[in-house]
């Protein structure tokens, strides 16, 4: 199933068929996923790279925080060419899609085969998503979440959702690499 | 190297800065020299477990503590030869 | 006496051929265009499309299919087409495609095909500046075929084929003139001309390629002579894999890093051509990895039922470079060029006869034959100093039983060399540098990663200089006895009052000069050094040699 790990985030795109993350912060993403990777096994990834993209080595050691050790499933997709048929060849499992846009080209049928399904799915990317506009229009139920690095850790910054409106989740760094605790503290009051 | 996955090399190279820069804060003798007899055998502790799945990290301490055992035991060696010395 | 085919270009309603000795012959023909359409017919109210074929073919997965050839009277037509239609079939190239069916061959005679190399003029014309080889100069270097002068004035050459840099080209009169700055491939003119006849394809078309382009078009005849669609790319998906899968599977050469020091009376062992001759022996390709299981692995399995493209087109070239590399050592290392590109385009995300899974399959089995090849080693009582990707260092007795052993076991040729001594490096941190090593082969030394491209000429001197010395040695012990200071001194001396061509030091083709606010660009002239920057690099890379030795 997949999940974050953060259980305020969770419970707020618990509904929805599609979440983007997205930052500019490529080290801070770079983590997030393969947490999520991690904690959401059973599960079935897409990398969108020619090279790099996955650290199993960073995987396993999410693996042992959540003591997870249920299977990870990737294939690999080296050219925008590659992408629509790789997801579609995913069938109808819940999917992380890592770098979805990252040759930034092939929008049309990269999206259409993400729509195609009705799974759900976590895409992570790479790119400043507010300026470079969404990609799905408001017919999908589709969340998108900004990742920032803020002065004391990070924080979530809910740019689109169908459940709530625009509100930051600080987080710290730490937490990053962690169990996050079911109390979401004051933040429970405020949605 | 491999195509998806960092280099490996390049992983345990930095697992050793990581521990480099703790040790130039602790500003020990012992653990800088400890650091460089871990610097001279991590490449060989690299070679022998090529073909298991070991995380750098992992890598890095287990040449540690391989520093640690041969320190040891020339202080044992020494130890002893003084000590048969003496009852000579 | 027939002249040969230099090289060919398309024109309305044929080709124009240029000969050797400075002859032209223009020959009649259409143009064959292969598409995918299903309306044709449409495609002739272009006037230049003279009339189509329905052919079948068959896809890369080996279903039929249906391709129309159109043949047109000229390339205007062809580019026309290739906007608004699914155009296949482009490599090896349309212009290509035409001289074979002609039964014309780019470097071999007109009418007759012997296989000697062709007897042609090249040249090779370089202006130099006073920081050596540039665009423009007063003094030119003037190659023709293995005789090298130097011209005080603008020389007036006349050659077959021609290499000329920059405003050289301006003094030469040739039909086939290669303009050194545009090239992208690492080998000579006559190279180039290597690669043109194997890959039947005219000069002009790979003068200024990557070697993907002659390296693929060789796979291409291939599969066009057995009649397979080649489009221009291949979706493909991956297999669906556990990530502890692609973990194994993920990785490059072995290596098993070296102790440094200095080694006596040891033996370099090399895999000839390791990575194309596991791919020829267990017949590698796209359509072969994990289609049946003749050959089952703990990784992926191999179908042997067909010979595979890339296995088919490496084998020849695998002899060929063999065969060459007795008669020319030139025209040898163009083959070994595509030799050693044609391992990684197997893995090339574009690369059209490979995936992924053949690229994992032949590291995996190079590395299982290093393994192997260190384990016999060790069974006939030498010892592994040091081992790479495809070659390995021991020392020992029993070399030529050992060469013998591991040739059968493995079925791959082997080539091996005795080294007086070898010297393994550190890097900065201590660790051993496996890429960096000295040795001496009986008076001729072998110095990798030692003197780098981008040093300054002073330094690369002392460098040549050091190892002259070493040269003279014979052992490890001998080594150690070497003293290097005086020269240094000399050196040291010499980069105080040096020549202005000392001081350059070449980025990236470009060459520099450190002055006293910065690096500045050689071209613009000489305008002083900053002395202390030259003085300290030697002193740096003198502390290193001395080092090294000290090693021993």
């Known amino acids: 199933m997949l999940t974050t790990g953060f259980p305020f985030l969770d419970e707020i795109i618990k509904r929805d068929d599609i979440v983007e993350f997205f930052s500019t912060d490529y080290d801070l993403l770079r983590i997030f996923y393969h947490r999520v990777i ?59 899609v890592i770098d979805p846009y990252h040759h930034r080209k092939n929008y049309t049928k990269i999206v259409s085969s993400l729509r195609k399904v009705r799974s759900r799915k976590f895409l992570f990317s790479f790119m400043d998503r507010e300026r470079e506009g969404s990609i799905f229009g408001s017919h999908t139920s589709h969340s998108m979440i900004k990742l920032v690095k803020s002065a004391r850790g990070f924080k979530f ?35 | 190297m491999g195509r998806t996955q960092p280099s490996y090399t390049m992983a345990v190279n930095r697992e050793l800065e990581k521990l480099e820069r703790i040790i130039e804060r602790l500003h020990s003798p012992t653990l800088s ?56 | 006496m027939e002249e040969y085919v230099l090289d060919a270009y398309p024109v309305k309603g044929g080709v124009k051929l240029f000969l050797s000795n400075f002859k032209e012959k223009i020959i009649r023909t259409t143009f064959p265009v292969y598409a995918i ?111 090298v002068r130097r011209f005080y004035e603008k020389p007036e050459v006349e050659a077959d084929i021609t290499e000329c840099l920059g405003e050289a080209c301006n003094y030469v009169k040739s039909n086939v003139k290669i303009r050194i700055e545009k090239k992208r491939s690492p080998v000579s003119a006559k190279g180039l001309i290597e690669w043109s006849l194997i890959s039947l394809t005219p000069l002009h078309e790979i003068a200024y390629a990557t070697i993907g382009k002659v390296l693929t078009t060789n796979e291409a005849w291939v599969a066009f002579k057995r009649r397979i669609i080649i489009p221009k790319i291949v979706p493909r998906v991956e297999k669906l894999r556990r990530l502890e899968n692609i973990m194994m599977a993920d990785k490059g050469g072995l290596i098993l890093f070296p102790q440094p020091g200095c080694y006596d009376n040891v033996y370099q062992v090399d895999f000839s051509s390791m990575y194309p001759s596991l791919i020829v022996k267990y017949n590698i390709s796209a359509e072969t990895v994990d289609a049946c299981d003749d050959i089952k692995t703990e990784l992926h399995s191999i179908c042997l039922r067909e010979k595979g493209i890339i296995p088919e087109a490496l084998e020849w070239l695998i002899k060929r470079k063999s065969e060459l590399k007795r008669i020319d050592k030139e025209r040898a290392e163009a083959i070994k060029w595509i030799l050693v590109a044609s391992f990684g385009y197997l893995g090339y995300r574009n690369s059209l006869f490979g995936k992924i899974e053949a690229y994992e399959m032949v590291t995996y089995l190079a590395r299982k034959t290093l393994r192997r090849t260190m384990e016999i080693a060790e069974e006939m009582g030498l010892k592994v100093l040091h081992s790479i990707i495809d070659s390995l260092v021991v020392k020992g007795d029993n070399i030529d039983k050992f060469i013998e052993r591991v040739e059968k076991e493995t079925g791959l040729r082997l080539d091996h060399k005795r080294y007086n001594w070898i010297i393994f490096t550190t890097t900065k941190n201590d660790t051993p ?100 920057y030259y003085i300290n690099y030697l002193r740096r890379v003198y502390d290193d040699v001395e080092e090294v030795i000290s090693r021993c």
Not at chain 2, 51 to 67: C, G, K, Q, S
């Open chain 1, 38 to 96: 991690a904690i959401s096994a059973p599960v079935y990834v897409v990398v969108v790279s020619e090279r790099g993209g996955l650290d199993p080595y960073l995987i396993g050691r999410f693996q042992n925080v959540f003591d997870n050790h249920a299977e990870v499933y990737i294939r690999r997709a080296f050219k925008a060419e590659d992408v629509p048929i790789t997801i579609d060849s995913m069938g109808d499992n819940d999917l992380i």
């Open chain 3, 37 to 147: 359409t299903d309306n044709p017919d449409v495609v002739l109210q272009h006037p230049e499309v003279k009339y189509y074929e329905e052919e079948k073919w068959k896809t890369l997965n080996g279903k039929e299919a249906k391709v129309y050839r159109f043949e047109v009277e000229s390339f205007d037509a062809y580019y026309y087409m290739r906007k608004r239609l699914n155009v296949v079939n482009e490599t090896p190239t349309v212009l290509s495609q035409t001289l074979y069916r002609l039964g014309i061959k780019p470097f071999r005679r007109l009418n007759s095909s012997d296989d000697e190399f062709p007897k042609v003029t090249i040249a090779k014309v370089v202006p130099l500046d006073w920081y050596g080889e540039s665009l423009k100069g007063k003094v030119f270097e003037v190659k023709i075929n293995n005789e």
């Open chain 3, 433 to 532: 540098y496996p890429t960096r090593y000295i040795a001496n082969m009986n008076g001729e030394i072998i110095a990798k990663g030692l003197i780098r491209e981008n040093m300054p000429n002073i330094v690369k001197s002392f460098l040549k200089d050091v190892l002259r010395g070493l040269s003279l040695t014979r052992t490890c012990s001998d080594v150690k006895k070497v003293r290097i200071r005086d020269l240094y001194e000399k050196y040291r001396k010499r980069t105080i009052n040096g020549e202005p061509i000392d001081y350059v030091i070449w980025i990236k083709g470009v060459p520099y000069v450190r002055g006293i606010k910065g690096f500045y660009d050689a071209r613009l002239g000489y305008m002083g050094r900053d002395v202390n």
């Open chain 1, 157 to 191: 910054v809910i740019a689109k959702s169908v459940t709530s409106r625009e509100i930051e989740i600080p987080s710290y760094l730490l937490d990053l690499y962690s169990k996050v605790s079911d109390d979401g503290g004051l933040l429970k009051y405020m949605v």
């Open chain 2, 33 to 88: 020299l400890l650091l460089e007899r871990v610097k001279e055998k991590v490449r060989y502790t690299q070679s022998a477990s090529y073909d298991e799945l070991i995380d750098p990290y992992n890598l890095v301490y287990f040449t540690l503590i391989w520093a640690l055992a041969e320190e040891c035991e020339k202080w044992r060696s020494t130890y002893l030869t003084l000590i048969r010395s003496k009852e000579e």
